[in-house]
């Protein structure tokens, strides 16, 4: 009976942790690595032919994204989620494959041109993708799930995105029973829409991300919609647009919701009217996903729109755009409006196209409404870059700049502790897992000092023995910087190892002066513009 942590171990993504119970495989996750890692993750201990079953949290990709290629590479068990997580993974594990060809496609072109013979192979294609949905199994949120004669599992909201869960898991060898809980993100409270996150009463081990357990969200609650109306008045007022960047799941939804109160108050004055574009295909079919599931996932307030016959996510004068012709006519219509599209950080999709026709009009604005990673498009416009680089042309900044602060999916450091807290009796070992490198430990002695939690904040390949509450193995976990001393065998390679040290250096820089980083922002923009021809 033991637990091997694979991913998101002193960091924040690729969410991966193997079970070994009764002779079963187990795995919770299996997400995608995204942005810059730290540490190396270790192979999956046994072949994907040989994992019995997949516990999965949520749809999010760097929890699910990397199912369609454990499919590719063998798996054929059972993939459990909740209902609504297993409705969002049809949609987003096909976006994620589409993205994984279209890259290649893009590479194997650009490989032609310049003669290099090597093919560059998509992580996994769509098969694979349709393959893992055809392994999930829906199950609701409080439901006891017999997996097999001895391993049972239960879901649990925790309010961090439409049909996430908590995941509690009862395993049984020989004459030892043991009870670990997963609590896969955990959502801030007063989200709209989904619920509160629930606590669990038992669990004789907790695993508990940690991803914001250094800091703490604004708790006055700021009046989102009051905020947002008078960007839209004062935008709307000077002839402009207002462009939104947002992820397709969870927060697209989120503005709707505000949105929505915003005409049927007639908020912006003078504007009743205005009319708001959704120009995302998945952000549509998503939306569709939240109607759907509203009875299981939607809070008390939504409901009561919902039992009024008010649809909370929907209003007069929204339109939906799925095509791209239909996309590309919304920059032909002179009125002034709201532009929500993918992605949410401005790397790709359609907000690029959007971006290009009113970043350099003053009149506009750009609303930016989720955390923008270093080295993004995003961030180099929310730092003040002055110019961007958009299809071959140079676009100005010019357009308002704004950020609607306090917006966050995940709990806090007190959001963590007050979960952890639910628990009646302290467990006898809480795992400290997807957290930056040092939050991770700060977090685990911040529980054992302040709470008396016996914590351990694990690297990748470390290993518990949970019928006798043991470490079997101890990693240290091995930087990826660490590749850089390997020998550089061509000029390209060496431009390669510089690319990396360069995301490296902006990595630290983060927190830094807005001036200074505007300033480095303008100097890197400036050397692509001299070598993108």
Same mark, same amino acid.
């Given at each position: 009976?033991?637990?091997?942590?694979?991913?998101?171990?002193?960091?924040?993504?690729?969410?991966?942790?193997?079970?070994?119970?009764?002779?079963?495989?187990?795995?919770?996750?299996?997400?995608?690595?995204?942005?810059?890692?730290?540490?190396?993750?270790v192979?999956?201990?046994?072949?994907?032919?040989?994992?019995?079953?997949?516990?999965?949290?949520?749809?999010?990709?760097?929890?699910?994204?990397?199912?369609?290629?454990?499919?590719?590479?063998?798996?054929?068990?059972?993939?459990?989620?909740?209902?609504?997580?297993?409705?969002?993974?049809?949609?987003?594990?096909?976006?994620?494959?589409?993205?994984?060809?279209?890259?290649?496609?893009?590479h194997?072109?650009?490989?032609?041109?310049?003669?290099?013979?090597?093919?560059?192979?998509?992580?996994?294609?769509?098969?694979?993708?349709?393959?893992?949905?055809?392994?999930?199994?829906?199950?609701?949120?409080g439901?006891?799930?017999?997996?097999?004669?001895?391993?049972?599992?239960?879901?649990?909201?925790?309010?961090h995105?439409?049909?996430?869960?908590?995941?509690?898991?009862?395993?049984?060898?020989?004459?030892?029973?043991?009870?670990?809980?997963?609590?896969?993100?955990?959502?801030?409270?007063?989200?709209?829409?989904?619920?509160?996150p629930?606590?669990?009463?038992?669990?004789?081990?907790?695993?508990?991300?940690?991803?914001?357990?250094?800091?703490?969200?604004?708790?006055?609650?700021?009046d989102?919609?009051?905020?947002?109306?008078?960007?839209?008045k004062?935008?709307?007022?000077?002839?402009?647009?207002?462009?939104?960047?947002?992820?397709?799941?969870?927060?697209?939804?989120?503005?709707?919701?505000?949105?929505?109160?915003i005409?049927?108050?007639?908020l912006?004055?003078?504007?009743?009217?205005?009319?708001?574009?959704?120009?995302?295909?998945?952000?549509?079919?998503a939306?569709?996903?939240?109607?759907?599931?509203?009875?299981?996932?939607?809070?008390?307030?939504?409901?009561?729109?919902?039992? #009024?016959?008010?649809n909370?996510?929907?209003f007069?004068?929204?339109?939906?755009?799925?095509?791209?012709?239909?996309?590309?006519?919304?920059?032909?219509?002179?009125?002034?409006?709201?532009?929500?599209?993918?992605?949410?950080?401005?790397?790709?999709?359609?907000?690029?196209?959007?971006?290009?026709?009113?970043?350099? #009009?003053?009149?506009?604005?750009?609303?930016?409404?989720?955390?923008?990673?270093?080295?993004?498009?995003?961030?180099?416009?929310?730092?003040?870059?002055?110019?961007?680089?958009?299809?071959?042309?140079?676009?100005?900044?010019?357009?308002?700049?704004?950020?609607?602060?306090g917006?966050?999916?995940?709990?806090?450091?007190?959001?963590?502790?007050?979960?952890? #807290?639910?628990?009646?009796?302290?467990?006898?070992?809480?795992?400290?897992?997807?957290?930056?490198?040092?939050?991770?430990?700060?977090?685990?002695?911040?529980?054992?000092?302040?709470?008396?939690?016996?914590?351990?904040?694990p690297?990748?390949?470390?290993?518990?023995?949970?019928?006798n509450?043991?470490?079997?193995?101890?990693?240290?976990?091995? #930087?990826?910087?660490?590749?850089?001393?390997?020998?550089?065998?061509?000029?390209?390679?060496?431009?390669?190892?510089?690319?990396?040290?360069?995301?490296?250096?902006?990595?630290?820089?983060e927190?830094?002066?807005?001036?200074?980083?505007?300033?480095?922002?303008?100097?890197?923009?400036?050397?692509?513009?001299?070598?993108?021809?």
């Amino acid at each position: 009976m033991k637990l091997t942590f694979v991913g998101a171990a002193h960091e924040v993504t690729g969410s991966c942790h193997f079970i070994e119970s009764s002779g079963k495989h187990m795995l919770v996750d299996y997400g995608m690595e995204q942005g810059l890692d730290t540490y190396e993750n270790v192979p999956l201990p046994v072949d994907a032919a040989m994992i019995d079953y997949v516990f999965l949290t949520h749809a999010h990709i760097d929890h699910s994204g990397l199912l369609p290629l454990l499919y590719s590479k063998g798996f054929r068990g059972q993939i459990f989620a909740t209902e609504a997580t297993c409705d969002l993974c049809n949609i987003m594990l096909r976006d994620s494959a589409h993205i994984q060809m279209f890259e290649a496609e893009w590479h194997n072109r650009k490989a032609k041109r310049s003669r290099d013979v090597e093919e560059y192979v998509p992580l996994y294609n769509m098969q694979d993708a349709d393959g893992a949905i055809r392994c999930l199994v829906p199950c609701k949120y409080g439901s006891m799930v017999k997996v097999c004669d001895d391993i049972s599992i239960r879901f649990t909201d925790v309010g961090h995105l439409l049909g996430s869960a908590a995941i509690e898991v009862w395993l049984k060898e020989g004459d030892v029973s043991k009870k670990i809980v997963f609590s896969g993100d955990v959502g801030n409270i007063n989200q709209p829409l989904i619920k509160d996150p629930a606590t669990v009463d038992e669990a004789d081990y907790v695993v508990i991300e940690s991803t914001y357990g250094d800091r703490l969200h604004d708790r006055s609650r700021p009046d989102y919609v009051a905020e947002l109306a008078a960007i839209l008045k004062k935008t709307f007022d000077r002839g402009g647009n207002v462009v939104i960047p947002s992820f397709a799941v969870g927060r697209t939804q989120e503005m709707l919701y505000f949105l929505r109160q915003i005409k049927e108050e007639g908020l912006v004055q003078g504007h009743e009217d205005f009319i708001v574009y959704m120009d995302s295909p998945l952000a549509v079919e998503a939306t569709g996903i939240f109607n759907k599931n509203l009875y299981e996932c939607f809070d008390e307030e939504a409901m009561e729109l919902v039992n #009024r016959g008010i649809n909370p996510i929907t209003f007069h004068g929204l339109y939906l755009s799925i095509t791209s012709e239909e996309s590309k006519a919304i920059n032909f219509d002179d009125r002034p409006k709201v532009i929500l599209s993918a992605s949410g950080m401005c790397e790709a999709g359609r907000v690029r196209h959007h971006l290009k026709h009113n970043l350099w #009009r003053p009149e506009c604005s750009i609303l930016f409404v989720g955390y923008q990673a270093v080295g993004t498009l995003g961030r180099s416009i929310v730092d003040g870059t002055k110019e961007v680089k958009l299809f071959g042309e140079t676009v100005e900044v010019r357009a308002e700049i704004i950020q609607l602060k306090g917006l966050s999916g995940h709990a806090d450091k007190a959001g963590l502790t007050a979960w952890m #807290r639910g628990f009646k009796n302290d467990p006898q070992k809480v795992f400290i897992v997807h957290g930056q490198d040092q939050v991770c430990d700060d977090f685990a002695d911040y529980l054992k000092k302040e709470y008396s939690f016996d914590t351990y904040a694990p690297y990748s390949g470390s290993c518990y023995d949970l019928a006798n509450d043991e470490v079997v193995k101890a990693s240290e976990g091995i #930087r990826i910087v660490a590749k850089k001393k390997r020998q550089i065998s061509s000029v390209f390679e060496r431009l390669l190892a510089a690319g990396q040290r360069l995301l490296t250096v902006i990595q630290h820089n983060e927190g830094g002066a807005n001036k200074d980083l505007a300033k480095f922002a303008d100097q890197i923009n400036s050397l692509c513009d001299k070598w993108d021809r």
